[in-house]
């Protein structure tokens, strides 16, 4: 668990719900169109006596991308003039793809990754692979390459209608 120390100064009175609005610019850098908290990391924002707290959870442990997005979350809260802070990395509970917005999954899918589903596949379930429709033409003619995509929390799939590579966001 990373926790950044708190500074030493507040301004103003603000609420959660400001700085949750305020983080929406903090983006994943993997994933330049969705936000953190669009995609489940952003958990958590408490505002106590003029100091904020900012609570974000990894995709996966060890994810490279959480200390660039823990420093892109202290820069947007200075910017914005919040100098009491503290921004906490927690592991437990884990991650899950069901804290992925709506939102989110659609800018994933215009992006051309594959959302994760939002339940388990029959097939799954019973040791076959699960329908994944390819994010350029919709087909669930899809086949997996390779357990690993463009990152960790990816898989490499391609589409056997339309023959174009995609990255599916694996399902935990």
Sequence with gaps: MK???PSEHSVGSVNAAEIERLLES????????????????????????GAVEVTITPTYSGCPAMDFMRM???????????GNFQVKQVLSPAW?????????????????IAPPPHSADIRALKGGSPAIACPHCGSTETEMLSQFGS?????LYRCKAC???FDLFKCH
């Excluded at 983006?27 to 958990?43: C, N, Q």
């Excluded at 892109?72 to 919040?82: F, W």
């Excluded at 899950?96 to 051309?112: C, N």
């Design 163 to 165: 023959k174009e590579p």
């Design 3 to 5: 926790a950044s120390a």
């Design 72 to 82: 892109e979350v202290e820069r947007t809260l200075k910017q914005a003039g919040i």
């Design 96 to 112: 899950t793809t069901d804290w992925i917005s709506d939102s989110g999954r659609k800018k994933l899918l215009d992006f051309g």
């Design 26 to 49: 903090v983006k994943d850098p993997e994933i330049p169109v969705i936000s953190i908290r669009e995609l489940g990391v952003l958990r958590g924002v408490k505002v106590e006596n």
């Design 151 to 155: 990152t960790a929390c990816k898989a």
